[in-house]
């Protein structure tokens, strides 16, 4: 079935950009979505990208994607320690799923 | 209007107890999603209602059940749970399901059954 993985955890210094990685598996999305989970807190959807798009830019956010290898990547410039969360990559194709999330720690 | 609201915001209940959990949204949005979310995990899907009818069922268990009284309340009854369903439990919306429009969450109920 259909897979999205991401790497579990980054770290980064306050200031510094921040990239976070996502391979998917279905050749058929139509749209991929970055979220930022908060602690205690639900799903906010920070950006997303059509896939016959190669980036996306909104504001500090950079998207890009490689259809071919089937690699998303979310840049965040001038990471502030506001932007510690967890970030789950979400592929559309029928239903949302969901890589694991990867924590960004941002160290002052 | 562009949130979804969820009621409670925590619940604790005993394995005897039914509850149910609220979901709301007045985007106008035709699909309704319930989703399960235990610690550092992905939210895992459960239910899909589109225009108030249920569309998909993820093998759920009949301890929870799923109701969209119109196109802007969703709700989820439980009864008789089990303390390994202690989750988060998140609602969501999108105008329409099957693979279009981007889905708004919730900021989900803290359950935990004791």
């Known amino acids: 079935g259909e897979d999205v993985e991401q790497s579990l955890f980054l770290s980064v210094r306050e200031g510094d950009s921040s990239v976070i990685n996502c391979t998917y598996t279905d050749s058929s999305s139509t749209y991929l979505y970055w979220y930022k989970q908060e602690p205690g807190a639900g799903l906010q959807l920070l950006t997303y990208?059509?896939?016959?798009?190669d980036m996306k830019q909104d504001q500090r956010l950079t998207v890009l994607l490689n259809k071919k290898d089937k690699h998303l990547s979310l840049r965040i410039a001038d990471t502030q320690t506001g932007d510690s969360a967890i970030y789950f990559c979400?592929?559309?194709?029928?239903?949302?799923?969901f890589g694991q999330g990867t924590t960004l720690q941002v160290k002052p | 209007d562009t949130e979804v609201t969820q009621t409670p915001k925590h619940l604790v209940m005993g394995m005897t107890n039914k509850k149910s959990l609220k979901c709301e949204q007045h985007m106008g949005h035709r699909a309704m999603y319930w989703y399960k979310q235990k610690a550092k995990k992905p939210p895992e899907l459960m239910f899909v209602y589109s225009y108030e009818k249920l569309s998909i069922n993820e093998s759920v268990p009949s301890r929870f059940s799923p109701e969209c009284p119109n196109s802007s309340l969703l709700n989820l009854h439980l009864h008789a749970l089990q303390p390994e369903d202690s989750a988060l439990y998140l609602c969501?919306?999108?105008?329409?399901?099957?693979?279009?429009?981007?889905?708004?969450f919730g900021p989900g109920t803290r359950l935990t059954v004791l």
């Open positions: 979400a592929d559309i194709g029928g239903k949302l799923i």
């Open positions: 990208i059509f896939s016959n798009m």
């Open positions: 969501a919306s999108s105008q329409a399901s099957g693979g279009r429009g981007e889905q708004f």
